[in-house]
């Protein structure tokens, strides 16, 4: 049963039968089924670095700049207004030093 | 083509009709992949297809963003390794008139604001076009079989109240005629486009609806009742399975008359 940290985010994959399953524990203790019955026939070495790959692209995180939402311009006559870009879906809040990478002074 | 053994991909596939074509498909034994804003439908929907003893995986995603559709496509192609069904069940309604008049003066009071018509015209419109061209790029790319399910409404026709939501379904309806002429054209013979068209359906979308609006129309219906979702599901699946439906959007309504019997 691999268990994956990415971004600070913790995953586990699971067996069943002889497909995977990838959950997503939250912090605050409660879990999330991120995908069911995947990757058939895989080892679990094999299935751990699959998912891996799976969850950096489906739960995205980084420096996230704030910033003018220019794609998506208001359009008022030749005049374009446009608000902020504060829609990412996972947008993260460091409130707490990184476990994989700890602050060092 | 077959569902079992495919790979669908459904937007909105967090509720309302969107979840019930993700079930129904699961159910035929298609590896289905939710995307949804909203993670906590998710996550409901992915317990319930493991639970059905099915293959899913969450995507929580805003569709109407090129960088997220990129993100949906990619992830489903890693879970799944293939994509033969994209269906853009996501969508909004933010109704109003274009102007209100004010009862003493008749002069106009208030218009439909800008960011009504956006918010609709991005979610209905430019969401289920970008779906639509990265799925129909993984497939041709890929070399898969695939069918393409754009949601339009019967409101298509043109509805009092919604002007920016008819005129995002009258666009979706009309795309599997351009699309597969497209496909046609060059010479992608293993990809087909139909749209489908539902009546008033009986999900959590009308609760947002004028209930009394909503009563004097179930009046023109002539089946009684609304649409169920599993009933445009099994339509899905059904446009799966007959590869002669094609470059056509199928209205699914009830039997919706406007007043006076003339069909919608
Ligand atoms: N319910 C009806 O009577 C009816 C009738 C005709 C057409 N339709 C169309 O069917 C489709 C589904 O409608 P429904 O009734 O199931 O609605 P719904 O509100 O029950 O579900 C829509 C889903 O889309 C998701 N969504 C909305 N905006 C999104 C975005 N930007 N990115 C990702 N997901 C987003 C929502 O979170 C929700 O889970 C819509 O396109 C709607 O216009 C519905």
């Known amino acids: 049963m691999p268990s994956l940290l990415y971004n600070d985010m913790q995953f586990s994959v699971d067996p069943s039968g002889d497909r995977w399953d990838i959950t997503y524990n939250l912090p605050n203790g409660t879990s999330a089924l991120a995908a069911a019955g995947l990757f058939p026939g895989l080892a679990e070495a094999d299935a751990a670095i699959r998912a891996l790959a799976l969850v950096k692209t489906i739960f995205p995180v980084g420096i996230k700049s704030v910033g003018p939402d ?4 208001n359009r008022i006559g030749d005049l374009k207004i446009v608000g ?9 809040y460091w409130d707490k030093d990184s476990v994989s990478s700890p602050k060092t002074l | 083509m077959e569902i079992k053994g495919s790979v669908a991909l459904v937007t909105g596939g967090g509720n309302g009709i969107g979840e019930a074509v993700v079930k129904h498909l699961a159910k035929a034994g298609a590896k289905v992949a939710v995307v949804d804003m909203v ?6 929907v992915v317990k319930d297809i493991k639970a059905m003893g099915g293959e899913a995986v969450g995507i929580q995603a805003n569709v109407t963003s090129e960088a ?11 879970a799944f390794g293939q994509l033969n069904i994209a269906v853009s069940c996501a969508g909004i309604i933010r109704d109003g008139t274009m102007l209100s008049l004010d009862k003493e003066t008749g002069k106009v009071s208030k218009k439909l604001g800008l960011d009504k ?17 990265d799925a129909a790029e993984a497939m041709v790319n890929g070399g898969w079989p695939g069918l393409l399910v754009p949601i339009s409404s019967v409101n298509k026709v043109g509805q009092v109240g919604q002007i920016n939501y008819s005129s995002a379904k009258v666009a979706d309806a009309l ?9 046609l054209m060059r010479g992608i013979r293993n990809i087909r486009c139909v749209a489908i068209a539902p009546g008033y359906t009986a999900t959590p979308m009308l609760t947002g609806m004028n209930q009394d609006a909503l009563k004097a129309i179930l009046e023109d219906v002539h089946l009684g009742r609304l649409v169920a979702p599993e009933e445009i599901a099994s339509l899905i699946s059904y446009c799966v399975e007959n590869e002669a439906l094609n470059a056509t959007t199928i209205e699914i309504t009830g039997g919706l008359c406007y007043p006076r019997g003339i069909a919608k």
Do not use: S
Request: avoid cysteine; aromatic fraction near 8%.
């Open chain 2, 39 to 44: 993670q906590k439908n998710i996550d409901r």
């Open chain 2, 117 to 133: 018509w956006q918010a609709v015209i991005d979610t209905n419109l430019t969401g289920t076009f970008l779906t639509m061209r």
């Open chain 1, 84 to 92: 902020p870009d504060v829609t990412h879906p996972n947008f993260i």
């Open chain 1, 70 to 73: 220019v794609t998506h311009p």
């Open chain 2, 68 to 78: 997220d559709t990129a993100r949906y496509i990619k992830g489903t192609l890693e």
């Open chain 2, 175 to 183: 795309m599997p005629k351009i699309i597969v002429g497209e496909f």
